[in-house]
């Protein structure tokens, strides 16, 4: 397994090995699916939304559709409005979509595709239904990374459908980041808990964890739906959560509609989502029901029963830039030692939090931002580690060194299937990852400690 | 004999059709008219296929990337693949597609092999690139991939941007090829080059054959030799070929190119017979290596007992040596013992249910063989990126119209190897095969084997599968990932026959074992009938008095 890897770092420059990161219009897809009714479509060659729909069905095992403008060389020679109009025209008549919501990719970006003017072209001509949108996001593959493409695909949405009239309403909007349906569920109940009414953008919750109902519903009943978007712009406030995926769109709002935002981390662990908790209570003026300062002590009487097993083990976690700043959070909580932290996704912010959260338990931690899972090997080769935490590639990692224990948590994860059902955020995330921690732990020793320290009970 | 005849409860065929394309745009439909096809065995009508995609459409296909890397070149698990471009496209494709490669296949029983496919190697272009041009990049990474890994070999594939601003791959592959001193493969395979994953295929094909084929002419030390083109090991399927052809005692020279290496494909030339699996990914290069090297080709079919059975009785007789033949039929003999057993049990639960299969480029038309085993009913086939060869049949070939996006695809000039053309077969040897009606490089594509009055759709988008579900309810559909839960939402399961939903192999005895098993599960389970709550039962007095029943009878 992964038998080519050197222990010895060489510094590289121009080639990736094994990447953290992938392109920016599968996260534009992602974040499209959780508007109401919206079909996605990708500009360019056929084979971008091919891969893309088939990524995230492999991780949400659930349907994916979204339409293509399926260049071919002519269009790359003269350029996307034809393909961009016939597959308007025939994604309404066929598909009859509420939103069309447009990214581009890196062949559409080359030529130099203008999409405004092409949305525009198309409205002019009548050829867009009464009532229908069509919004689009520039995405090229070749600047940031896949949680860039899901940030500009929710800046946008914005930008064309949040509108204000004047009169603020009751309700705050909730930005959750690139987080699965578990997640955006989880925080909308944890919202319902305290009493607070919002809009979460995008949501993609009753859209890809369905039902087995034996019926397919291309629009499924969730998604943020179009009237919410547009009454975004009334709302009391804007809580963002990730600074990588919410920052931007909660910043546009602010700019579109004057609502004030707040930015937190993922609400991931106890602090996370004490943050979460403590900036939605202020911002609706709402007391925190019992309820949930009871979930919260449960989650605390876990960490206090479990902390003798985390105590002092070393961990190296990679994935997306929020999501792997929450997740070092939640294991400085509860004593663990974040070793090795690394994104593939660029960004200088990441390499400071990332410091700033574990400098008392772990200030020689190599901390790395657009780094690569090749990388993240060699050094652990080199400082070994007790667990590794990142998406389903770390998996032959895990099994080159000696069957690491590994958890699963990100995106994307494609040979397992809970994510989409248990969440990561909130303190019942917590609770349901500290325990996946603990049975990796656990399994691990219990398959390989000597038979004298086999123990029946701990 | 016709579907509906067979069927009653079925509507009539047109009218299926009808509901398909009635929703279309006038423009769209005229295009879907021409691949939606009403099948009739004896003059297959002609189908529109290997055209392009209506935009806006929920197509299955992929790209020309795609089919080149992930199909054709990808499974060469002893040489570094290093992808040009942006990092989506080798991100995508990494470890995604199913060919199994086993890294002590490549120690040749010397040193400990690297399965290299477990890395994703990319220049991952940024905007810097797409301004000032990757090729700077791309030699820089090619030295840093040679500083880590050094293989044998690198092929270097480039992305939709790289044909865009103008980096000359090949010229960077010859300056490193000197350098390094080992052969480095530029493929110009940018996603929008063709209509499909087809074009991708295409260029492999010829960047295998002029750059891999023939750099080693050891002669191999089995008594008859062959190369099986067309066969990635999907699940292991190449494995359980090996297998067969091991018991019967035929050498498999390299095996284009599931598990195999790339010292096997460079020698692969010295075989005395190409067998063909899929058709349409590989034919070209059975063409040209019988224009250069005089190695005949024909097409079998591993997929399948049955088909297995005939495609070994093909190749004896080929070598037409009486002690293989007679091993051949004593291995079918001892396969099939086991292969009848499994059928007998699958049957009564498999027989007279319907099934309808839209993949690749040859495996619509191989399964129905498998589905054919268990008397299962193909109502509607078809492929992802076929041409009209793989459904009407090799005969058309000459009637092909080459439209632009084709003439995009090179078409090497081949001719006969000055010194290494050795024709495996006499004039007279030919005649006599001719005669007895043993064909060679032939193939009589799909809609010759389906019934008549089944439905024959190219490329189906998502609106024709939801009708073709609504109305035929099939009782299992064999497609991708794309497609499997929209499927299976609709309350009908779905295989998958790109990545066998991780199971397999398929292919051979064993194979086929496995396939009729997994099927009889999956038309079988009960997941399907608990789709409806207690609570949500039409109430009846069968339902009141069965709520006193133990809760647990039938989970």
Redesign the interface.
């Known amino acids: 397994?992964?038998?080519?890897t050197?222990a010895t770092v060489?510094e590289?420059?121009?080639?990736?090995?094994?990447?953290a990161?992938?392109?920016q219009?599968?996260g534009a897809m992602y974040a499209a699916l959780g508007i109401h009714g919206c079909m996605p479509?990708s500009h360019?060659?056929?084979?971008?939304c091919?891969?893309?729909?088939?990524?995230l069905?492999?991780h949400f095992?659930?349907?994916?559709?979204?339409?293509?403008?399926?260049?071919?060389?002519?269009?790359?020679v003269f350029g996307g409005l034809s393909?961009?109009t016939?597959?308007?025209?025939?994604?309404f008549?066929?598909?009859d979509p509420e939103v069309v919501a447009v990214h581009t990719?890196?062949?559409s970006e080359?030529?130099g595709d203008d999409l405004p003017m092409m949305i525009k072209k198309n409205i002019a001509e009548g050829k867009i239904p009464e009532g229908k949108h069509v919004i689009h996001a520039n995405t090229?593959?070749?600047?940031g990374?896949h949680v860039t493409g899901f940030s500009t695909m929710v800046k946008n949405t914005i930008k064309y459908l949040s509108g204000k009239t004047g009169e603020t309403s009751d309700s705050v909007n909730i930005l959750p980041g690139y987080v699965d349906p578990s997640d955006m569920r989880e925080l909308k109940r944890i919202a319902a808990e305290l009493g607070v009414k919002i809009t979460m953008l995008p949501d993609t919750s009753d859209v890809l964890d369905?039902p087995?109902?034996?019926?397919?519903?291309m629009y499924p009943k969730g998604g943020t739906k179009v009237s919410e978007i547009q009454a975004m712009g009334d709302a009391i406030a804007t809580l963002a959560c990730g600074d990588f995926a919410s920052k931007e769109a909660a910043e546009e709002l602010e700019k579109k509609c004057i609502v004030p935002f707040s930015l937190i981390d993922l609400p991931i662990g106890l602090k996370g989502t004490d943050t979460f908790i403590d900036t939605l209570r202020r911002m609706a003026a709402v007391p925190v029901p019992a309820s949930i300062t009871l979930e919260r002590g449960r989650l605390l009487d876990l960490i206090s029963d479990m902390s003798q097993y985390f105590h002092g083990k070393k961990v190296a976690i990679f994935g997306d830039p929020d999501h792997v700043v929450g997740v070092t959070q939640l294991l400085v909580e509860i004593g663990m030692i974040p070793t090795v932290v690394i994104t593939g996704t660029p960004g200088k912010r990441f390499e400071r939090k990332i410091a700033e959260i574990v400098s008392k338990v772990s200030p020689d931690a190599h901390i790395e931002a657009n780094a690569d899972i090749?990388k993240l090997h060699q050094i652990i080769k080199n400082r070994k580690v007790d667990l590794l935490m990142g998406n389903t590639?770390g998996k032959?990692v895990a099994r080159a060194e000696g069957n690491l224990p590994f958890v699963r948590f990100g995106f994307p994860i494609m040979d397992r299937t809970g994510h989409r059902l248990f969440p990561l955020v909130g303190y019942r995330g917590a609770m349901y990852y500290l325990d996946k921690i603990l049975d990796q732990l656990f399994d691990k020793a219990d398959r390989e400690v000597p038979e004298e320290l086999f123990e029946l009970i701990q | 004999m016709a579907l509906n005849e067979t069927d009653l409860s079925l509507p009539p065929v047109e009218e299926v059709r009808e509901e398909m394309l009635k929703l279309y745009p006038s423009k769209t439909r005229r295009k879907r008219e021409k691949q939606i096809i009403v099948n009739d065995p004896d003059s297959p009508k002609e189908i529109g296929a290997n055209t392009r995609t209506v935009p806006g459409i929920i197509t299955q296909r992929g790209c020309t990337y795609a089919g080149c890397k992930g199909v054709v070149i990808g499974p060469i698990g002893d040489v570094l693949h290093l992808t040009h471009g942006p990092i989506g496209c080798g991100y995508y494709s990494w470890l995604s597609r199913r060919n199994l490669t086993r890294a002590r296949d490549f120690s040749h029983g010397k040193e400990k092999g690297i399965n290299y496919l477990q890395y994703c190697l990319s220049t991952d272009m940024t905007e810097n690139e797409i301004v000032y041009g990757g090729e700077k990049k791309l030699e820089a990474a090619i030295e840093e991939a040679w500083n880590e890994f050094k293989p044998k070999a690198m092929v270097i594939y480039a992305t939709c941007p790289v044909g865009l601003i103008g980096d000359d791959i090949h010229a960077v592959a010859r300056r490193m090829k000197e350098k390094l001193g080992i052969n480095i493969v530029a493929l110009s395979c940018e996603g929008y080059r063709g209509v499909s994953q087809s074009a991708g295929h295409h260029i492999a094909n010829n960047k295998v054959f002029t750059d891999m084929v023939g750099l080693d002419d050891t002669k191999p030390t089995g008594k008859y030799n062959i190369n099986i083109l067309g066969e990635y090991n999907i699940g292991g399927d190449a494995w359980e070929i090996h297998r067969i052809f091991d018991l019967v005692g035929i050498n498999i020279v390299g095996v284009l190119s599931g598990a195999v290496s790339y010292d096997q494909i460079c020698n692969c030339h010295t075989a005395d017979l190409n067998v063909v699996m899929c058709h349409r990914s590989i034919n070209y290069m059975a063409e040209m290596m019988e224009t250069k090297y005089g190695i005949p080709w024909f097409k079998i079919n591993f997929i399948g007992a049955e088909s297995t059975g005939k495609s070994l009785r093909k190749i004896a007789k080929y070598f037409g040596d009486k002690g293989l033949i007679d091993r051949v039929e004593e291995v079918i003999a001892a396969e099939m013992i086991d292969v009848r057993a499994t059928l007998e049990k699958v049957k009564p639960i498999t027989t007279g249910k319907r099934v309808a299969l839209f993949v690749g480029g040859s495996r619509a038309h191989h399964y129905q063989d498998l589905f054919g085993e268990m008397e299962m009913k193909v109502v509607s086939a078809g492929y992802e990126f076929a041409h009209r060869d793989d459904y009407e049949g090799r005969g058309v070939l000459p009637s092909i119209k080459v439209d632009a996006d084709s003439r995009n695809i090179e078409e090497l000039e081949i001719e006969a190897d000055p010194v290494r053309y050795n024709p495996r077969l006499s004039e007279e040897r030919k005649r006599q095969f001719a005669e007895e009606g043993f064909a060679f490089k032939d193939y009589e594509g799909m809609m010759r084997e389906m019934n008549k009055e089944t439905l024959v759709i190219d490329d189906i988008s998502h609106h024709e599968l939801e009708k073709l579900i609504e109305i035929y309810k099939p009782a299992v559909i064999g497609s991708g990932i794309k497609d499997k839960y929209i499927v299976e939402k609709m309350g009908v399961p779905c295989k998958q026959l790109h990545s066998y939903d991780y199971g397999g192999p398929y292919a051979g005895f064993k194979g086929a074992i496995n396939f009729f098993e997994e099927i009889a599960r999956m038309v079988s389970s009960p997941v399907w009938s608990y789709v409806t709550a207690p609570w949500d039962q039409p109430a009846s007095p069968a339902n009141e008095t069965s709520s006193s029943e133990p809760v647990a009878e039938g989970l």
Do not use: W
């Open positions: 397994m992964l038998d080519g050197n060489c590289r420059t121009a080639l990736r090995i094994n990447p990161k992938t392109c219009p599968i479509h360019g060659s056929q084979g971008c091919a891969y893309h729909r088939s990524h069905t492999r095992k659930e349907p994916v559709v979204a339409t293509t403008s399926s260049f071919t060389e002519g269009a790359s393909n961009m016939t597959a308007l025209s025939n994604i008549s066929i598909y990719t890196c062949l080359v030529i090229p593959s070749f600047v990374s369905q087995q109902t034996g019926v397919y519903e090749y590639y032959h």
